[in-house]
C-alpha cells in the first residue's frame, strides 16, 4: 500500500486548498482513508475521514464549515478541500488508510498506513 498526499504549499490568511491523496494497492470498498495534520510542536490532530465502500465522512466539529473531504473511486483519490485557511492551520497534512471502527476515527492508531505528508503554511 502507498499513499501519495500533495497539493500542499504557502496560501495567505483566507486563501484556499486543496489537498489530494492517491492511494495505490488498497481495495476500495474496504477502508477509509483519513486526513491527520500536525503543527509545529504541537501532537497530531485528525481532520477529516471518508469511507471508499459508501462515501460516508467524519470531520473535526471545529473544522467542518471550512474543511471538506470528498472523494473519486475511479482515481482512488480523496480530497480535502480547505477554505478560509488561518495562520493556525499551518501544519504539515498526512493521509492514512484503514478501517478504524467509526467511534475511534480519529485514533492514528486505527490506520495501518500513511503518506509522507504535505507542507500547508497560511502567512501573509
Known amino acids: 500500500v502507498q499513499l501519495q498526499a500533495s497539493g500542499g504549499g504557502l496560501v495567505q490568511p483566507g486563501g484556499s486548498l486543496k489537498l489530494s491523496c492517491t492511494a495505490s494497492?488498497?481495495?476500495?470498498?474496504?477502508?477509509?482513508i483519513g486526513w491527520f495534520r500536525q503543527a509545529p510542536g504541537k501532537e497530531r490532530e485528525a481532520v477529516s475521514c471518508?469511507?471508499?465502500?459508501?462515501?460516508?465522512?467524519f470531520a473535526q466539529y471545529a473544522l467542518a464549515d471550512r474543511f471538506a473531504i470528498s472523494r473519486d473511486n475511479a482515481k482512488n483519490t480523496v480530497y480535502l478541500q480547505m477554505n478560509s485557511l488561518k495562520p493556525e492551520d499551518t501544519a504539515i497534512y498526512y493521509c492514512?488508510?484503514?478501517?478504524?471502527?467509526?467511534?475511534?476515527?480519529?485514533?492514528?492508531?486505527?490506520?495501518?498506513?500513511w503518506g509522507q505528508g504535505t507542507l500547508v503554511t497560511v502567512s501573509s
Open positions: 492514512a488508510v484503514g478501517r478504524p471502527i467509526t467511534s475511534a476515527w480519529r485514533t492514528s492508531t486505527m490506520y495501518a498506513y
Open positions: 471518508i469511507s471508499l465502500s459508501d462515501g460516508s465522512t
Open positions: 494497492g488498497v481495495t476500495p470498498n474496504s477502508v477509509t
